[in-house]
């Protein structure tokens, strides 16, 4: 598909089957190849779905804040796709109301909006119709101009029409000059096989170089800043192991619901929504064996090791919740099935608890405790990573019986208010001999007030760049499937009714025992 790679490399002159003279041949090769030298490579990048939540909450936010900080490639313009009828002008007017300038913003931010909301364009179309895809690939040629193009399209689609836009995409909408690329929204299917056959449907129409799975989480701050922390200061890695941690625990919550999700959202559950794909990267990445290098395959390389080298989840470790209508403050908030998107009676999960484990040297032993739900009381998301006792502990008559007042415990809060702490036993400053407990704290809003970019920008950049260390690999999702497949099958099997808790609650008491299970009381619970 990347014409480019083959038209830089000329044939040797020589008389072609159709008899062409290759002197021509060449000379046509040559022409694209001084294109080629041309670093002002144009690239178009396609939002479809763009009528959709992610579009507008996300991505073309993302895409504005990249313009803005200068980071799309010179000749560049944006491509509104979906089914719903919408003239450039309205698309431009949606997307305005979604921008929001930087607070360091260092020229006129309404000027940039509007140069930026210039290059956005609008085209409606069936998903599966390859004459709406091939006036798509008309209306993006019209903005190239005489340079090589490069073509991105970004799939904010239910994951069930992926395959029917990736066909007419790479038919009638692919560059011929440049390289032509797809990034793929998670859950990237709904199980092992669904996933398999995504997959192998994709590769009818793309190489794998091509694809870009993407789980935005991994452009997270804090997630990226994973190896730094681990890999780069000594005090922690010799500690990353079954030796001194034990227990790790993987947080997300939402302090909201559904919200008329519930079309996606009934058929996927908080399991495969955030467990599968955010929080077990997460994991994978906090687990791993050190890479080889910071090249993508070599991290890549490293995550799938561990994945594999997890057992696949049972269903006595895991617990499972759906919140209930609650009335807070004279405010009743609905409960899921409340919710008109979702079918009445519906047994889908909006919470879950888990516990996993990694059978390898490092790590055998080691409770990974991992909950997600929405509807709960706050929206965060971090990791906890709580220390074992010291052996002989000269001051343990301080703490009694209390381990966790007794032990060290790190805490990297993902979001919000991005900070890294590591909670230490101190003396209290004077005369006598009494020990306190503080935190070693990297709070980022004080360290570092520049705005932290979005997730969404960071992988957009990548995607355009082609970097795909912060992408998943195909081996990657198999084997993380591999982990909850038997586990989702015998839930939805089973029928399991998931335990009921109140909107804006802690969540279902069952998580509480599951991490009693493993002598672990979770850390986000004050
Ligand atoms: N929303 C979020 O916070 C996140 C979403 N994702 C993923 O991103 C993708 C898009 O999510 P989101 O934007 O929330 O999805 P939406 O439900 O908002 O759908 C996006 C667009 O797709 C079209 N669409 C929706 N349902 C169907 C259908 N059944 N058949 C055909 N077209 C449909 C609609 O456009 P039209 O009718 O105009 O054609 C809609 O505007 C999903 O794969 C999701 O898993 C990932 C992370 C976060
Ligand atoms: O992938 C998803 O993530 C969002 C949460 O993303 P965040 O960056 O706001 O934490 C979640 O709301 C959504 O259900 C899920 O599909």
């Not at 490399?9 to 046509?28: F, Q």
């Not at 001084?34 to 670093?39: C, Q, T, Y």
């Not at 996993?356 to 040297?361: D, E, G, K, M, T």
Request: proline share 5%; hydrophobic share 35%.
């Amino acid at each position: 598909m990347d014409a480019v790679e083959n038209a830089v490399t000329p044939a040797a002159p020589s008389t072609v089957a159709n008899g062409t003279s290759s002197a021509i041949i060449v000379e046509e090769f040559e022409d694209l190849a001084s294109l080629v030298r041309d670093d002002e490579a144009s690239v178009s990048i396609t939002v479809v779905g763009a009528s959709g939540d992610l579009a507008k909450k996300k991505i073309f936010p993302a895409l504005f804040a990249l313009y803005y900080e200068g980071c799309l490639p010179k000749h560049f313009s944006i491509f509104g796709y979906a089914r719903s009828k919408m003239t450039d002008a309205e698309l431009r007017d949606m997307v305005s109301k979604t921008l929001t300038c930087r607070i360091d913003k260092r020229e006129n931010c309404s000027e940039k909006m509007e140069e930026f909301l210039k290059r956005c364009f609008y085209h409606s179309g069936q998903y599966d119709s390859e004459e709406d895809f091939k006036e798509l690939g008309k209306k993006i040629k019209q903005h190239e101009g005489p340079r090589v193009s490069n073509h991105l399209f970004y799939l904010s689609i239910p994951p069930n029409i992926f395959l029917d836009v990736v066909k007419c995409a790479s038919k009638s909408a692919s560059s011929v000059s440049g390289w032509t690329r797809v990034i793929v929204e998670k859950p990237f299917g709904r199980d092992s096989e669904s996933s398999a056959a995504l997959t192998k449907g994709l590769k009818q129409y793309l190489t794998e170089d091509q694809i870009f799975r993407i789980d935005h989480y991994l452009g997270k701050e804090l997630v990226e800043n994973l190896s730094v922390l681990r890999f780069s200061n000594l005090v922690f890695e010799p500690l990353w192991s079954r030796q001194y941690i034990r227990n790790v625990q993987l947080i997300f919550s939402e302090d909201f619901g559904t919200e008329g999700r519930g079309g996606y959202f009934d058929s996927y559950g908080i399991i495969r929504d955030i467990m599968q794909n955010h929080l077990l990267q997460i994991l994978a990445l906090f687990a791993m064996e050190t890479p080889i290098s910071l090249e993508a395959e070599d991290i890549r390389n490293e995550k799938v090791k561990v994945l594999r080298s997890m057992k696949p989840l049972r269903l006595e470790d895991v617990v499972i919740g759906q919140y209930k209508s609650h009335t807070k403050g004279g405010i009743t908030y609905p409960g899921y099935t409340e919710d008109k998107t979702v079918p009445k009676g519906s047994l889908t999960p909006t919470f879950a608890a888990a516990a996993l484990f990694i059978n390898n040297a490092r790590w055998d032993g080691v409770p990974f405790l991992m909950k997600a739900g929405k509807a709960l009381h706050t929206k965060q998301a971090e990791i906890r990573v709580q220390f074992r006792h010291v052996p002989g502990n000269l001051y343990k008559g301080s703490f009694g019986t209390d381990l966790d007042r007794a032990t060290n415990e790190l805490v990297i809060r993902v979001q919000p208010d991005e900070g890294i702490y590591l909670k230490i036993n101190n003396k209290i400053p004077g005369l006598g001999m009494r020990l306190d407990r503080s935190n070693l704290n990297l709070h980022y809003a004080a360290r570092y007030p520049k705005e932290i970019p979005d997730a969404y920008e960071r992988l957009l950049l990548d995607a355009i760049e082609g970097e795909r260390r912060l992408f998943i690999r195909s081996d990657e999702l198999d084997a993380a499937w591999e982990l909850f497949t038997p586990l989702l099958k015998e839930l939805e099997q089973k029928r399991m009714a998931p335990e009921l808790y109140p909107y804006g609650s802690r969540g279902p008491v069952g998580a509480h025992y599951l991490a009693a299970k493993y002598n672990v009381r979770w850390g986000d619970l004050g």
